[in-house]
């Protein structure tokens, strides 16, 4: 008999808030984090505006001398996994070490750092580059900082799959938990990309939003005037507990996991395969290991980009694999506040749909202003609705065809 797995705390990092709570409330408050870039002078770029975080105090998390040794996708990283510790209210201390794991998605990692240190490069030769410049850089430093503070000796990788890299990151730990080679894992995702490098390099693409004038308006998933996805930047992370574990330790629980689906298109290296093809057969997968009917999901955490193709496919995708059932579902894309927080982004809305589950809110899909024949399902648009969710999909899709898609359903002990 397979084992259960369930969410026992979770860390969040957004434009929104630095925190869960305070970002779970701007979501229902329908607030945008979106604003002009502040982190270098983006007057130059056709795209000016990106969802930063805003005080974020990372000597909360980490000492002052580490600090100037880890990127601040690390930073992002290590603060939301020391959250979401706090939440779970483990002592890591009395858990079997060699039981507990970390997983951590990123789709670029240290960017910034890579940027600066190319600067210095460039400018005075191989002597001016740091000697932390490889270790602040590699996508997975943050899993090994994270399994370090803890002294997690279990599973410790990191998942990079772009834009799914965190759905991908949980899922493992899903699995891993699942099949008895963890007891606990830590998982999630972080995302520092607000850089001029990365900036232009999407810009290059036009495959970001140039509204410029009114970036709160900016990120408008299923509306027929979306131009792009609006950059974000944080972390989102959560301790995934075998059932029984949990159990013994008096836990409480947010929501169980239940499934994950992967898929790749094997199509094109930005677009997604027409009709959402690749996204159809990962959300299928889901809903099939997850073992309940179709008509058991209430809610799709969209991928929702707010990109002419994405929501157009997600939308076929969704009608594919739901038929009928389709117009019954609520298909919210947090996005739309947030901004998209590439591979982080998987992470970060795992925690908010777990939220959904807990709380029995929808927060809802902001700035759906014209419809869009194409993308005609319940977006629920801009104002948070309250409903029971007994079971939900979130959705990750990344460049080069990666799919992943996570199930989870409302706790029932027993069930």
């Known amino acids: 008999m397979a084992r259960r797995v369930v969410v026992t705390g979770m860390g969040l990092l957004t434009a929104l808030g ?94 910034g750092t890579h940027e600066i240190q190319t600067a210095r490069f460039v400018e005075g030769g191989p002597g001016r580059i740091s000697p932390f410049y490889i270790p602040m850089m590699i996508p997975d430093i943050a899993s090994g900082i994270v399994s370090m503070r803890y002294g997690a ?56 939003s140039t509204r410029n004038d009114e970036p709160q308006r900016a990120s408008r998933p299923f509306d027929a005037e979306r131009d792009g996805f609006v950059l974000g930047e944080g972390a989102g992370m959560v301790i995934l507990e075998e059932l029984d574990h949990a ?38 997968r889901a809903v099939e290991e997850s073992g309940l009917a179709l008509e058991d999901f209430d809610y799709v955490n969209a991928h929702g980009t707010s990109t002419p193709f994405n929501d157009k496919f997600e939308t076929q995708a969704i009608k594919t694999i739901f038929g009928d059932h389709a117009e019954n579902l609520m298909v919210a894309s947090t996005k739309s506040m947030t901004g998209h927080l590439l591979g982080g982004a998987g992470g970060v809305e795992f925690v908010i749909t777990s939220m959904i589950i807990t709380e029995g809110i929808v927060p ?30 979130t959705n990750s899709f990344g460049f080069g065809g990666h799919n992943a898609v996570l199930a989870l359903r409302r706790f029932e002990d027993g069930s």
């Open 18 to 111: 630095n925190d869960l709570k305070s970002t779970w409330q701007g979501l229902l408050q329908g607030r945008s984090g979106v604003r002009r870039i502040t982190r270098f002078d983006p007057s130059d770029f056709p795209t000016q505006i990106a969802a930063e975080l805003d005080g974020f105090e990372v000597e909360k998390y980490i000492d002052k001398k580490e600090i100037r040794r880890q990127d601040p996708f690390t930073h992002y990283a290590v603060a939301t996994s020391v959250m979401a510790v706090e939440d779970s209210g483990m002592d890591m201390s009395s858990v079997n070490a060699d039981r507990v794991g970390v997983i951590i998605g990123s789709g670029i990692g240290g960017i």
């Open 153 to 208: 000796k279990g599973p410790n990788y990191c998942t990079v799959s772009a834009c799914a890299s965190s759905a991908h990151a949980i899922g493992d730990a899903f699995r891993l938990i699942k099949h008895g080679d963890a007891e606990v894992m830590i998982a999630g995702g972080s995302e520092a990309a607000v850089t001029p490098m990365s900036v232009g390099g999407f810009a290059a693409m036009k495959a970001m």
């Open 247 to 284: 159990r013994d330790r008096g836990a409480k629980i947010y929501a169980e996991v239940v499934g994950i689906g992967m898929s790749g298109d094997a199509y094109h290296i930005t677009q997604p395969a027409p009709g959402g093809d690749g996204a159809a057969r990962a959300m299928r």
């Open 364 to 393: 809802p899909t902001t700035n759906y202003e014209n419809p869009d024949p194409d993308c005609d399902l319940d977006c629920v648009p801009n104002e948070a609705r309250a409903a029971t969710v007994r079971a939900a999909l």
